[in-house]
Every structure is written in C-alpha cells, then in structure tokens.
C-alpha cells in the first residue's frame, strides 16, 4: 500500500508541471545572428617568444594645418639653391705618328718641361698617344725618343683649355760595324779616297744609301758623311725608306810625272904645258 502511495504522489506533481507549463507565455525568439566570416591570413606569423615585449605602434596620421593667410596674399615660394658648376680641368693630348708612312707609334717617350712646371716623363700608350691634365698655360719644351727613331726636342705653347697636337718622328736606319775594321770612303766604291775607318760594334746612323743598296752614306759623330760597304754592318731599320743618294764624281787619278834624262856636263883635261931644262952648274 505503501508503494502504491508514492506512485500516486509522483503522477500528481508531473500533472501540476504540465499544467503550469501550458499556462506560462510563450518567450519571443530573437533573430539569428548572421554567421561570422574568419579570413585567415596565409601570412607566415613570426614565432611568439616568451617574455618579448610588444611596441605600441601609432596608426594616427599626422595632419598640416595650413597658417592663417587672412590678406589673401599667396605665400612666398622657396628660393632654388644653384647646384655648385664643375670646373673643367684642361687636357692636352699629343698624338706621335711615323713621318713617312703615317703609322702610330706607341712606346714613344716623353719629356716636358717648363720653368714653371716640376719635369713631366709619360710613356705613349698603345695607340700612340700621351694625354695631361692640368697644365698651366705657358711655353714648354717637348723631348721625344722612341726606338727606331731620331730624338726630337721642339717647343710647345700650351693656351690653357683643351689643346691637340701631332707629332711627326723621323725613322732612323742604324748600321752597327761587324767586321774588326771597316774602310770608309768619300764615294761608294773602291775608286773614291779612303777617308777612315770604324772599328767593330760601332754604330752609325745611316742617312743614305746607293741605288742598289749595296753602299751606304753614314754619319760620323762630328756630322762628316762618309760612305761604307753595306755588306761590312748590321743593319737596323727599314733600309727602304732611306733616300737614295746619287754618287759623286768619280775622281780622275793624277798621272804621275815621268822623269826625263838630263846630260851631266865633263870637264875638259888640262892642257899639257913642257917644263924647261936648266943645267945645273957644275962645282
């Protein structure tokens, strides 16, 4: 009886749920928020490490407040600063060429001087060419050497902005002796005068030649032209370009007196003159 008890006891109070649930109102449902859309950024995030601080970082734009211009008049606009102007530093270039057939010469050496100026030395580079910078204007002397050709010296008038030049140099044909003794003569043959000689390893500058080339007209060191066999020397330089030279007259060779006999004149004996007998006395 006792169990049935509590049976009816527990229907009673779920019947008394469901009635105050019918009788209690029905809450109004509020709209569903639209779902939310999360961009998610392909961005490699830098590693979080511990005990970092983080910077605030100011995302304010700053703003220019343009000054009151209550008189209407338009502010003055900044000046332009002139750009300083280089100023050009002043080159000569010297050019050197062969005189006979136009060909640069490179390795040429040169020297210039001035009272002026500290001695210039510069060496000409592979097209023939020396370029200075920054020379005062001013009278200078220019010394030129080159292998194979004649030494020049001449003046130079340098006018103090971009100056040119072209310097012609003369080829030079040395003839070195290679014999012990080399005859020298005032013609080339051995009809003219024997004048000299040079001994071996002797250089001479050779300043024409024979129209065959077998002879050739050197110069001594104190300027004397005289002639020597081609074929007694080493020759340096191009013996082509070196003039040809027309011989001299061939020398006539004195005739050499012939004596003539002269008579001796005798002396013509004495007379014969007879002494006279005298006799004696006798005793």
Known sequence: MKGIRHVIIGLLIVGLLVAACRAAPTPTSLPAAPPTVVHHSTTARPPFTRGATLSPTSSSIPTYAAPLNPTGTPPPSPSAIPSPTATPIPATRIRFQDSHSGALVPGAGLTLASPASPLIVRIADERGAVLLTGLQPGSYTL??????????????TLTGGDDAFTVELEPVVTARIAVPAANLRGGPGTVYDWVGQATQGEELEVVGRSEAGDWLLVAMAGGRQVWLW????????????????????????????????TAIPTAAPPAFTPTPYVASPSP
């Open 230 to 261: 081609a074929a007694l020397a080493k020759v340096t330089g191009d013996l082509a370009s070196v003039r040809v030279v027309a011989a001299p007259p061939t020398p006539v060779p004195t005739p050499t007196p012939v004596p003539t006999s």
């Open 143 to 156: 010394t030129l050497a080159a292998a194979g050709y004649r030494t020049a010296t001449l003046p130079l």
